[in-house]
Structures are given as C-alpha cells and as structure tokens.
C-alpha cells in the first residue's frame, strides 16, 4: 500500500512539474505530457481502491464459505432430484422423501 502511495505521489509531482515547465516554455507537447501522467496517477488510485474492496468482498466470502460448514443440520440429498434437502424438520417443513 505504501509503495503504491509513493508512486503515485512521485507521479504526481512529476506531472505538476511537467505543467510548470510547459508554463514556462509555452510547449503544448509538455502540458499534454503532464495530464497523461496526473491520469495514469488517478487510474492507479482508481485501481487500487477497486481491487482493495474486491479482496475484502472476497475474504469476507471465504469467512462466510467456513461458516458454513460448520453448519450444525446435516443435509443430504433429496431421491426426487437434485434439490438439497435439511434433515432437521424446523428447516424444511415439507419431507419431499415422503412421497
């Protein structure tokens, strides 16, 4: 996190100095320059902020994935199809094996 935090902060600097030069030397090609590189910083923060949410979705469904196997109600599986079916009778209220 803070390598990417110091990179984009050199990218940043980079980029406004860029802009003074092309003030300086009224060069559009420079000012250009500096935009590209303040919008490849912005696009890395942007990057960076979706795949940290992204691997927080995804370790809190792994936590959630393990929480279910310790579920205590056994499940077996149903002889009419492929349904999955609870063994205890206050989860599934209708005994579809009875048929």
Excluded: C, K
């Excluded at 940043?12 to 935009?35: C, D, K, N, Y």
């Excluded at 912005?42 to 992204?54: E, N, T």
């Excluded at 691997?55 to 579920?71: K, L, Q």
């Amino acid at each position: 996190m803070f390598f990417i935090l110091i990179v984009v902060i050199g990218l940043v600097a980079w980029a406004l100095h860029l802009m003074q030069e092309a003030i300086q030397r009224r060069e559009f090609s420079l000012m250009l320059a500096g935009f590209l590189v303040s919008t490849a910083a912005a696009g890395m923060m942007a990057v960076y902020f979706l795949m940290s949410h992204y691997v927080g979705y995804m370790s809190e469904m792994a936590h959630r994935s393990y929480g279910m196997t310790e579920w205590s109600a056994p499940i077996v599986w149903s002889t009419y199809g492929e349904d999955w079916l609870s063994a205890g009778p206050a989860l599934n209220p209708i005994d579809y094996r009875s048929n």
